[in-house]
């Protein structure tokens, strides 16, 4: 069998029996197909642990960053593991293989007022889209959901949202978990609930519909959120993953409780949490800067 046929047949156990999300295929298809490139006419089962070190190394002097290099070895590592599996190779090449090292990156944050000039979408020619997006705006910055977490929710969660301040999403992997409502986005969902049946199509369970009545796509939100951003006048481009930073940073920076922060964003691990410690130092940096008469700098 040839190498890239036992790409297919692995990408298809991850989405099939693994339930990976087609994004996560996606990125895995395009990692795997760039290893095969490099190896060249050599059969991937047969590739050696300093080829892969070439293979990193050659792709870091064309500009790749250690965080995409990491992603791609993990890629990478997790086919070889599948082959493994399959009696198709001994021992995994990847193993102890390492990335270098990239700046740490901290992800951007809205500051509290920039999220409330952001939470007042005003779209007077059309109320229900107005109410809808703001319905969407509130639920991204209340709960820290991802885009596809809340694209996929069904108007059935309205229920527990509006009466019981909580909504339930399927995560990453389908795991699920609980995450608060807020009092200002139960009253924006409320309101949308009264009004969603105006641009629904019949028999549509979507919670978030678009104009022409189905469930609503993840560029749409994505375009409707950037398109308020400019119309509150935020300096910086907005997009739904930084209002899930901001939810996380803003929550942390209040009651320093980082384990039900990790919680709410569904991470597995609390070290991809910690990021918002950084964030928080960040801020404590820059009123520090600003107030104090020993810290301010010509």
Sequence with gaps: MSSAATVDDYLAELAEQRRQSPHTISNYRRDLRRLLALAGGVPAPELQVHQIRRFVAQLHGQGLSGRSLARMLSAWRGYFAWLGQHNSVA????EGVRPPKSPRRLPK???VDEAAALLAPDD???PVLASRDAAIFELFYSSGLRLAELAALDVDALE??????????LGKRSKARIVPVGARAREAL?????VREQMAAEGERALFVSRRGSRLSHRSIQLRLGRQA?????????????LRHSFASHVLQSSGDLRAVQE?????SIASTQVYT????????????????????S
């Design 91 to 94: 021992a995994n090449p990847c």
């Design 109 to 111: 944050a809205l500051s």
């Design 124 to 126: 007077v020619d059309d």
């Design 160 to 169: 527990s949202v509006v009466l019981e301040g909580e909504v339930r999403v």
């Design 190 to 194: 409320a309101a949308w609930r009264d």
């Design 230 to 242: 400019i119309l509150a006048g935020l300096p910086s481009h907005v997009h739904p993953h930084m």
């Design 264 to 268: 709410m964003l569904g991470h597995a």
């Design 278 to 297: 950084h964030l928080d130092f960040q801020h404590l940096a820059k009123v520090y800067d600003s107030a104090h008469p020993r810290a301010k700098r």
